[in-house]
C-alpha cells in the first residue's frame, strides 16, 4: 500500500510557476506509474500527467501543451509536477495517483492510491 501527499499548491498570477511535490511512502513505490490529475470546481476530474515508474516515459493531457513537466526520484519517493505559464482555467485542486497498470495511463480507474489533493489558483 501507498500513502500519498501533495504538496506546493498556492496562488499564482497568470503566466507564472509552481511546482508541485508528491511525497509517497510505503512499499513499491519505483514500481508504480505516477500520475496527477486535477478537479475544478464543478467540472470531472482530469488527468494532467503521468509517469512510468522508470521516470523515461512520460504521458500528458492535451491541455498541457508544453507548460507540465512531470517528474519522478525513486530514491526519495517523490514525484513532482513543474507548471509553468500557468492559466486562469487551471484553476483546480491536484492530485497526486500510483497506479500498477502499464497502460490506460490517463484513465482514473487504473490508480488505485490518491493522495488528498492540493489548491492551485490562478488568478487573471
Known amino acids: 500500500q501507498v500513502q500519498l501527499v501533495e504538496s506546493g499548491g498556492g496562488l499564482v498570477q497568470a503566466g507564472g510557476s509552481l511546482r508541485l511535490s508528491c511525497a509517497a511512502s510505503?512499499?513499491?513505490?519505483?514500481?508504480?506509474?505516477m500520475g496527477w490529475f486535477r478537479q475544478a470546481p464543478g467540472k470531472e476530474r482530469e488527468f494532467v500527467a503521468a509517469?512510468?515508474?522508470?521516470?523515461?516515459?512520460?504521458n500528458y493531457g492535451r491541455f498541457v501543451q508544453g507548460r507540465f513537466t512531470v517528474s519522478r526520484d525513486n530514491a526519495a519517493n517523490m514525484v513532482f509536477l513543474q507548471m509553468n505559464d500557468l492559466k486562469p482555467e487551471d484553476t483546480a485542486v491536484y492530485y497526486c495517483?500510483?497506479?500498477?497498470?502499464?497502460?490506460?495511463?490517463?484513465?482514473?480507474?487504473?490508480?488505485?492510491?490518491w493522495g488528498q489533493g492540493t489548491q492551485v489558483t490562478v488568478s487573471s
Open positions: 510505503g512499499r513499491g513505490f519505483s514500481s508504480y506509474v
Open positions: 495517483a500510483a497506479s500498477t497498470w502499464t497502460t490506460a495511463w490517463t484513465r482514473i480507474d487504473p490508480y488505485e492510491y
Open positions: 509517469v512510468s515508474w522508470s521516470g523515461d516515459n512520460t
